[in-house]
């Protein structure tokens, strides 16, 4: 069964740090893009950063409102996507999800709630 769960989200006051993390398994991941994503209730799912497989190097891109705080990697041997995020603001509040395409179908996770308040 292909998998993604995410963790490490949580309550944090503005300008602080939070790395969340998301373990895939049922697959192997190597040429896989992985991508995070955030949706706050109402609003439409915004895409955040992206990282391509590692035989592509493991470029990345970021949105706009988070380049220079956050940071997406991956560690294949571990079978884990991070994304470290910094410098938190209020609007950065939402559920994080993790997202990968296998053959034709697009996997998600759970998703992990943050929440940057003072």
């Known amino acids: 069964e292909v998998q993604l769960v995410e963790s490490g989200g949580g309550l944090v006051q503005p300008g602080e740090s939070l790395r969340l993390s998301c373990v895939w398994s049922?697959?192997?991941?190597?040429?896989?893009?992985m991508s995070w994503y955030r949706q706050i209730p109402g609003r439409e799912r915004e895409w955040v950063a992206i990282i391509s497989g590692v035989t592509a190097g493991s470029n990345t891109l970021y949105t706009d409102s988070v380049k220079g705080r956050f940071t997406i990697s991956r560690d294949d041997a571990r079978n884990t996507v991070y994304l470290q995020m910094t410098n938190l603001k209020p609007e950065d509040t939402a559920r994080y999800y993790c997202?990968?395409?296998?053959?034709?179908?697009?996997?998600w996770g759970q998703g992990t709630q943050v929440t940057v308040s003072s």
């Open positions: 049922g697959f192997t991941a190597g040429t896989n893009v």
């Open positions: 997202r990968t395409l296998h053959g034709a179908t697009y996997v």
